[in-house]
């Protein structure tokens, strides 16, 4: 029979089965099984799949109402054909159909694809918030950082309260409101345009802005990680962003849940061997892991239960 695969709640991948005759061949890829599938689910079912194929772009950025109404079905059926393939919901579904279509998709196309912060802020919360306190507990002779943007990072930013007072500079005006409540760290804006979509700072600005300044630590996102192409992201403005960050700092730790490794490259941000400290979670390929470590990157595995470092590994600053 064919098979999806589902992540339990602890981030762990249990078989499911999938519609489709068990003669049907699947797709490795999300993209891949829908279109399989058509034909062979029910007619709720086939509306979405036909209106995801013909606008994937709506389907990736429309509000759910306008999803419904477009492929005539109900927003509960949306939800339910989501969980068909394995995914929580809509968030995760639709993350994993942007790695799907970057898959087929020119580069110059990428932006148009990025998954929604809204959707990311929902996805792999309990990872992402243990990733980001451990992360928190690596800053120790730094007296400058920057950070990121993205739901991780946002997430970091919180942690810092207890932290002694450092120079941030961020280009994430979420992380600007949460540094607020935390009067000992100097926060710097670099100059640049708002981008009022992702509530950030972009342009080329950005990179003459950093060109004469230097900071001691770089935290860091990342859509994708792959140990021979490298870190990328799904717009090229955020990678070229990424980079003159990189530049502008002494050490890159790269905060990434375990969904991050093997999905596709994207717009290109740096080479694995510019990157210090990895911070993911216990679901990490142990095999990434050993070939990151041979490479000379520490990595941290953190569990998510507990919120500690696991056993194994190398620990490095």
Do not use: W
Not at 29 to 46: C, N, P, T, V
Not at 86 to 92: F, I, R
Request: charged share 25%; net charge positive.
């Amino acid at each position: 029979m064919s098979r999806t695969t589902r992540r339990n709640d602890s981030g762990t991948n249990t078989a499911q089965p999938a519609a489709g005759p068990p003669s049907q061949a699947v797709a490795t890829d999300l993209l891949g099984r829908i279109r399989a599938d058509i034909g062979h689910i029910s007619k709720a079912f086939g509306r979405i799949a036909n209106y995801l194929v013909a606008d994937p772009d709506s389907f990736m950025h429309a509000p759910l109402r306008t999803i419904a109404v477009g492929a005539g079905v109900s927003e509960p059926s949306i939800v339910r054909y989501c969980k068909h393939y394995g995914c929580k919901g809509v968030p995760e579904f639709r993350i994993e159909l942007a790695k799907s279509l970057a898959r087929e998709l020119p580069e110059f196309r990428l932006n148009l694809i990025a998954p929604n912060v809204s959707d990311r802020e929902q996805v792999n919360v309990i990872k992402k918030r243990s990733i980001a306190r451990y992360a928190a507990t690596l800053i120790e002779r730094e007296r400058s950082i920057i950070i990121d943007s993205g739901s991780t990072l946002r997430m970091f930013a919180s942690q810092l309260g207890d932290t002694r007072g450092l120079s941030i500079l961020t280009a994430d005006l979420e992380i600007v409101n949460l540094l607020s409540h935390y009067k000992q760290h100097e926060v710097i804006v670099p100059a640049g345009t708002v981008r009022y979509d992702t509530m950030s700072i972009g342009g080329r600005f950005i990179e003459r802005f950093l060109a004469e300044m230097h900071f001691d630590t770089f935290f860091l996102g990342a859509d994708a990680i792959d140990l021979r192409l490298g870190l990328s992201t799904f717009k090229e403005e955020e990678a070229q962003k990424n980079a003159a960050m990189i530049r502008a700092s002494d050490r890159v730790v790269v905060l990434a849940d375990s969904s991050k490794f093997g999905t596709p490259s994207l717009h290109r941000i740096c080479d694995i061997r510019n990157v210090h400290v990895v911070v993911t979670d216990t679901d990490v390929d142990p095999v990434l892991v050993q070939r990151l470590e041979d490479l000379g990157v520490a990595v941290h595995c953190v569990d998510a239960r507990t919120g500690q470092r696991a056993a194994g590994g190398r620990r490095g600053k």
